[in-house]
């Protein structure tokens, strides 16, 4: 047996280590954390100061086993996870699980996988970092008290299985409130003036210059009077400035800035690039992806100008250290690079290559030469106005950085590109070839995208680097934001043309306020937002949540107890918790929307048990209220009387088929057609309103063909398997478990009984699927959570005499 174990988290990790390391070394993974907090109850003992009930999931205690095996039967123990807090949790809780001995078990740290990094590491080992390991135990039982206590309540108040996190109700407030903006925002017009002006050149050939009036006309009539001036006006070069300027690089690239460029650039989804970038590291090919530092080490200096020189030139070097805004208590203390700044790309998957190359981009250019530009700005008078029309260009006079890199922004205004001016002269005339008054709009406040989110986040200090991809993707899956698609509308604007001495108006139609990958709040989503906010309003504190962070920063550094930051937090909480879940109304986020014209009854919108729906009547009245759900593209806040009104025309009748009725409504799950007891949901194309007869026996149709072909083929004696075709690929149930079909290209066809019964036995974490371990507050069941909360006078907090919430 080999005298050494090392433990890492990862197995790709591991693969790639052992590659380093002599047959001295057996390299074995945790696959992650290997135990949490128990999900039964509340996994924290409130009597003992705080103390974590922690156990081994059920999944892991065979690896558990195995890993106490190896320790064993090793004479030297190396403990190899990650370098910020949560990798310092996951070699501590491998220190206590297994019982390790101080005197035989090392903690090494790196920050890249590479051959040179890993055998420092060994020569280099330190103690596990308790204060690391007391910061992430702070947040991960802060945020299972918040979720915990602040969900049973939500349940009562809302809606049956709802659940509320500490950042993740905060990144939830962002995105209501900025929706709130722009269904309260009203565009302004005003016209802007461009114009075509004509010259010649020494050589006495025609050139053209486009300019613009900086400054907007609020009012179509102050237009056409400027039009009218410029009819019989004179223009003239009046001044011609031009001035040195230059641009530099972007620092490398932190867990942020990376997030937010992948989704520029590459279209990456959050999640999608911290999963590649994840991959990238594993294998060795960049350094550690999970922080906020934007330094680089003297070696990646070094290298980055031998690989500069090599390909531009030594004119193109300019080597910088950037400084790290943010505290880097938590993160690793390099930014995101390539592991050999000489190799350009790296085999791998397409998303693997091109995440590469724009990190390799990045850092590369971040040590070359500042571009240098020529801008020059020509003002062009207009006679009988003291108004100015101005020209600008620009010309790269040296690419410095931009030979390799440049970097995005979230603008969703493109600039005009700035180009090369015609040669002119003081005094010179100029000729119009036209003036032209455009009829423009002010533009709402964008939505955000998951970069722009992240980018926010960070600004306000909400989160760290491992925590917003995780944060973004939760409030996705439990439907409170989902991310989706808006069509452009047509708007009209007015033009004004001066050309040949007349002046037209016309009306002219444009497409606006198309949007793609935007992050929308549900209603569930705002209702819930609306609540947190008004009854627990600390907690929803942009402020609050980003001092918490400060908090875990002065823990991570040894400055405060955990346990102590912890207490101070809890009697302060607990005691808004039980007054809310005694005094507070239950809300549905109702709207009043008028009085149905046909029954004289109550129109409103509101949060019904399977979602957002419409009703007519009260529940007051004699008559019982009549329901119709809203379609997935409508919303409580912006729903008006008359679109509410065409709900209730469904379920409505279109046709016959077959000798049966087909019949359009609206269910839990969206717009269906009913068709001899049996459903089909409508494609999101299709309006449920203008559904025909042709296009409802189609869809069936569709639908049916989708099914007949599902089943590749039965196994077993009572067809216990059955091989199916789905949305990915073929795949296999048995026991309403899905499995995979591997290796990936094989047959469904060619499957047996026993092959099938191989592959089951080789993925028994398919049986064992559940829910995240260790989720807050979700796990547990409404009234047992419930009871706990009320039990909680062990704790010693008092509640404070509050006044009843008032109804709304």
């Known amino acids: 047996?080999?005298?050494?174990?090392?433990?890492?988290?990862?197995?790709?990790?591991?693969?790639?280590?052992?590659?380093?390391?002599?047959?001295?070394?057996?390299?074995?993974?945790?696959?992650?954390?290997?135990?949490?907090?128990?999900?039964?109850?509340?996994?924290?003992?409130?009597?003992?100061?705080?103390?974590?009930?922690?156990?081994?999931?059920?999944?892991?205690?065979?690896?558990?086993?195995?890993?106490?095996?190896?320790?064993?039967?090793?004479?030297?123990?190396?403990?190899?996870?990650?370098?910020?807090?949560?990798?310092?949790?996951?070699?501590?809780?491998?220190?206590?699980?297994?019982?390790?001995?101080?005197?035989?078990?090392?903690?090494?740290?790196?920050?890249?996988?590479?051959?040179?990094?890993?055998?420092?590491?060994?020569?280099?080992?330190?103690?596990?970092?308790?204060?690391?390991?007391?910061?992430?135990?702070?947040?991960?039982?802060?945020?299972?008290?918040?979720?915990?206590e602040l969900s049973p309540i939500l349940w009562r108040k809302v809606r049956p299985s709802l659940s509320a996190g500490r950042v993740q109700s905060v990144a939830v407030r962002l995105i209501v409130e900025r929706e709130r903006e722009i269904n309260q925002f009203t565009a302004e017009a005003n016209y802007r003036v461009s114009a075509v002006f004509t010259s010649v050149d020494a050589n006495g050939k025609p050139v053209e210059l486009k300019a613009e009036l900086p400054q907007r006309f609020a009012t179509k009539a102050e237009a056409e009077a400027f039009l009218e001036i410029c009819n019989g006006a004179q223009f003239s070069v009046d001044n011609i400035i031009t001035k040195p300027a230059k641009k530099s690089p972007a620092p490398p690239f932190t867990t942020s800035t990376l997030q937010q460029e992948a989704a520029r650039k590459l279209g990456f989804s959050v999640a999608q690039t911290m999963q590649v970038a994840q991959r990238l590291y594993e294998a060795g090919k960049i350094t550690y992806m999970r922080t906020d530092s934007v330094n680089l080490s003297d070696l990646a200096l070094g290298t980055s100008k031998a690989e500069i020189i090599s390909m531009a030139g030594e004119k193109y070097v300019h080597i910088r250290k950037f400084n790290t805004k943010s505290k880097g208590a938590q993160e690793a203390h390099e930014a995101i690079r390539p592991s050999y700044m000489n190799a350009h790309t790296v085999d791998g998957t397409s998303q693997e290559k091109r995440l590469y190359e724009l990190i390799w981009k990045r850092t590369i250019a971040s040590q070359m030469s500042d571009a240098e530009l020529e801008k020059t700005s020509i003002y062009i008078s207009v006679s009988g106005s003291k108004l100015q029309f101005v020209a600008?260009?620009?010309?790269?006079?040296?690419?410095?950085?931009?030979?390799?890199?440049?970097?995005?922004?979230d603008d969703e205004t493109d600039a005009e590109n700035e180009s090369l001016l015609p040669a002119m002269k003081n005094g010179e005339t100029l000729h119009y070839t036209e003036i032209v008054a455009q009829e423009r709009f002010s533009q709402k406040p964008p939505r955000y995208g998951e970069a722009s989110l992240v980018r926010k986040m960070e600004e306000l200090g909400i989160g760290r680097p491992s925590t917003y991809a995780p944060t973004i993707s939760t409030i996705q899956n439990r439907l409170y934001v989902e991310k989706g698609d808006r069509p452009a509308e047509k708007r009209e604007y007015n033009v004004l043309k001066l050309k040949a001495g007349k002046i037209t108006d016309k009306i002219k139609e444009e497409n606006t306020g198309a949007e793609k990958s935007k992050l929308f709040p549900t209603d569930i989503g705002t209702v819930v937002n609306d609540f947190l906010t008004e009854y627990f309003p600390g907690i929803l504190n942009y402020n609050f949540t980003a001092e918490v962070e400060k908090e875990f920063d002065n823990i991570a550094d040894g400055d405060i107890k955990w346990t102590v930051a912890i207490d101070k937090f809890y009697k302060a909480f607990h005691p808004i918790v039980l007054d809310t879940m005694q005094n507070s109304e239950r809300q549905v986020g109702e709207r009043i929307l008028g009085v149905d014209p046909t029954s004289g009854r109550q129109l409103s919108v509101k949060i019904g048990k399977y979602g957002p729906l419409a009703q007519i009547g009260t529940v007051e009245e004699e008559e019982k209220p009549v329901f119709a759900s809203l379609l997935k593209s409508q919303s409580i806040e912006s729903i008006t009387m008359e679109e509410a009104l065409e709900l209730f025309k469904l379920p409505r009748q279109v046709g016959e088929f077959e000798g049966k009725v087909m019949t359009v409504a609206i269910g839990r799950f969206g717009p269906y057609i009913r068709h001899d007891s049996t459903f089909y949901s409508l494609p999101k194309t299709d309006d449920p309103m203008e559904v025909t007869t042709?296009?409802?026996?189609?869809?069936?149709?569709?639908?049916?063909?989708?099914?007949?072909?599902?089943?590749?083929?039965?196994?077993?004696?009572?067809?216990?398997?059955?091989?199916?075709?789905?949305?990915?690929?073929?795949?296999?149930?048995?026991?309403?478990?899905?499995?995979?079909?591997?290796?990936?290209?094989?047959?469904?066809?060619?499957?047996?009984?026993?092959?099938?019964?191989?592959?089951?036995?080789?993925?028994?974490?398919?049986?064992?699927?559940?829910?995240?371990?260790?989720?807050?507050?979700?796990?547990?069941?409404?009234?047992?959570?419930?009871?706990?909360?009320?039990?909680?006078?062990?704790?010693?907090?008092?509640?404070?005499?509050?006044?009843?919430?008032?109804?709304?």
């Not at 067809?719 to 990936?744: A, H, M, S, W």
């Open 1 to 148: 047996m080999p005298k050494n174990l090392v433990i890492v988290e990862s197995p790709a990790k591991a693969k790639t280590i052992e590659k380093f390391l002599g047959k001295d070394y057996q390299v074995m993974s945790s696959f992650g954390h290997i135990r949490d907090l128990a999900e039964k109850g509340l996994g924290i003992d409130f009597e003992n100061n705080y103390k974590p009930d922690y156990v081994v999931s059920t999944d892991k205690k065979k690896l558990v086993a195995e890993l106490k095996k190896a320790t064993k039967d090793s004479e030297t123990i190396w403990l190899a996870s990650d370098e910020d807090r949560e990798g310092e949790a996951i070699a501590w809780h491998l220190y206590e699980e297994l019982k390790l001995k101080k005197e035989n078990t090392r903690r090494i740290v790196f920050h890249e996988i590479t051959k040179d990094a890993i055998l420092h590491a060994i020569e280099h080992p330190r103690d596990i970092d308790v204060n690391l390991v007391d910061a992430q135990q702070a947040r991960r039982v802060l945020d299972r008290i918040v979720g915990f």
């Open 392 to 409: 600008s260009g620009e010309v790269i006079v040296f690419d410095g950085f931009l030979k390799v890199y440049m970097e995005s922004t």
């Open 694 to 808: 042709e296009r409802a026996i189609e869809i069936i149709e569709e639908k049916r063909e989708v099914e007949r072909n599902r089943v590749i083929q039965t196994l077993g004696e009572n067809g216990e398997i059955q091989v199916l075709n789905g949305r990915f690929g073929p795949y296999f149930t048995c026991d309403k478990v899905n499995y995979k079909i591997f290796p990936k290209g094989t047959d469904p066809l060619t499957l047996t009984l026993e092959r099938c019964q191989e592959l089951i036995a080789a993925q028994p974490e398919a049986a064992n699927k559940k829910k995240p371990f260790g989720r807050k507050g979700a796990a547990a069941k409404p009234a047992k959570a419930e009871k706990e909360i009320k039990a909680k006078p062990k704790a010693k907090v008092k509640a404070k005499a509050k006044p009843a919430a008032k109804k709304k």
